[in-house]
Each structure stands twice: as structure tokens, then as C-alpha cells.
């Protein structure tokens, strides 16, 4: 199952689909955004980020899609494993340097067998 | 190498007790941030220390927290009296130099005010 349009707080999906996490940034001037994975007991992880001048960046199985039209960010996850069971964040900055990210909602993603 | 610590990793207190959490980021990081997650809501930005000096103290509550990194390497967050709405995760983060992008998170402290 995947999941697209408005941010949910959770997503539940069998392992082996797509996983499709979306997240609304709050700043048109932001120009570096970066997807944290968090899981239970530990910080935020760095997944794969994005500069404002690209719209599509891919890491391994990992893929995030940039809309500044509308101010909008989503994180791919192929073929979802259960170690892939997390909270996932969207962080955005108006620099890329030397200022703190401003983190959007988390969505907690829960994969079964 | 190792990564950023935070310590304590739980800490209870009653409220109107003192508490402080420290940092350690990783060596040679001269950029260190202190995040809080309250209630499961997002991760909000407290402060920013490059070196020992504070460059953004823009999201610090109130002041009941109070922030100090001297010697410009560990970090300390000390919440005094702390309350309950102080509850939540104490994140720290560390970035070796300004244009360096990824910030690497510490495993961040629970405090629970009672």
C-alpha cells in the first residue's frame, strides 16, 4: 500500500510495497530539505536530502520528490522492510549553511511480513 | 569514530527540581544544535552554538533553560525549576563546519517532569 496527497501521522504497509511519505514544508524561501529517519530509542537519521533547484533526488531505494509550487516534499521508500519501520521526518532550512533545520510532523511508518 | 552522546539517556524529576543534560558532539564539530520533541509533535530547534558562542537562541522556551558549551567542545542544557511541560526528548546535533550540511543527532534524552 502507499500513500500520497496530505501528510498522515502513520502509515501501515506490508513489506515488499512502495511507501510513499509526504510532508508540506512552511518556508517558500527554503532551499535545502532533508528526510530523517528516527527510530525508537535513537536520533534522527539522515536519509538523503535535496537541494531547491533539483525536484527528484534518488539514494538506494530511496527516492525524494521536491513540488515548490506547493510547497511539498515526499520520501519513496521500494520494496519497504520491516527494519524500515520508523519515524520519518522532513526537515527543511533557508540556508544551507549555519542554520537550524525546522522539522515538519513525523509519520510513524509500520511495515508487517 | 564515535558519534554524538547525550546523557543522561532518561532522567524523572519532580517538578520544580533542576535538571541538566549534557552533550557531547562529535570531536572537531565546531556547530552544535539542541532540538526538543514534545509529546510526539515535531522536533523543535532550541539553540545553536558555533564554538563556545551562541549563534541563534531563538527557540529557547523561557528563561528557566539555560545553555553552555565551554570550551566550544560538550554542552550543557540545564532546565531550573523545571515543569511539566518541560517533558519531552532533548536532542542534540553536531556539524563539523558551517556548509557542511548533515547533522549527525545524539540518541537524545528523556525527562520526565512529575
Known amino acids: 500500500g502507499e500513500s500520497v496527497g496530505l501528510h498522515l501521522p502513520t502509515l501501515s504497509v506490508q513489506e515488499g510495497d512502495n511507501s510513499i511519505i509526504n510532508c508540506a514544508y512552511s518556508n517558500s524561501a527554503s532551499d535545502y530539505f532533508i528526510w530523517y529517519k528516527q527510530e525508537s530509542g535513537k536520533g534522527p537519521q539522515f536519509i538523503i536530502d535535496i537541494r531547491s533547484n533539483m525536484d527528484k533526488r534518488q539514494g538506494q531505494r530511496v527516492t525524494v520528490l521536491l513540488n515548490k509550487t506547493v510547497k511539498h516534499l515526499s520520501l519513496q521508500i521500494a520494496a519497504t522492510q520491516p527494519g524500515d519501520s520508523a519515524v520519518y521526518f522532513c526537515?527543511?532550512?533557508?540556508?544551507?549553511?549555519?542554520?537550524?533545520?525546522?522539522f515538519g510532523k513525523g509519520t510513524t511508518l509500520s511495515v508487517s511480513s | 569514530e564515535a558519534g554524538v552522546t547525550q546523557f543522561p539517556s532518561h532522567s524523572v524529576i519532580e517538578k520544580g527540581q533542576t535538571v541538566t543534560l549534557r552533550c557531547d558532539p562529535i570531536?572537531?564539530?565546531?556547530?552544535l544544535y539542541w532540538y526538543r520533541r514534545v509529546m510526539g509533535k515535531e522536533i523543535k530547534f532550541l539553540l545553536h552554538f558555533v564554538k563556545e558562542s551562541k549563534q541563534d537562541e531563538s527557540g529557547m522556551p523561557n528563561n528557566r533553560f539555560l545553555a553552555e558549551r565551554t570550551g566550544g567542545t560538550y554542552s550543557t542544557l540545564k532546565v531550573q525549576p523545571a515543569e511539566l511541560e518541560d517533558s519531552g526528548v532533548y536532542f542534540c546535533?553536531?556539524?563539523?563546519?558551517?556548509?557542511?550540511?548533515?547533522?549527525?543527532f545524539g540518541q537524545g534524552t528523556r525527562l520526565t517532569v512529575v
Open positions: 570531536s572537531g564539530h565546531d556547530n
Open positions: 526537515a527543511e532550512k533557508f540556508r544551507p549553511a549555519g542554520t537550524a533545520l525546522i
Open positions: 546535533a553536531s556539524i563539523l563546519l558551517t556548509g557542511r550540511t548533515e547533522a549527525f
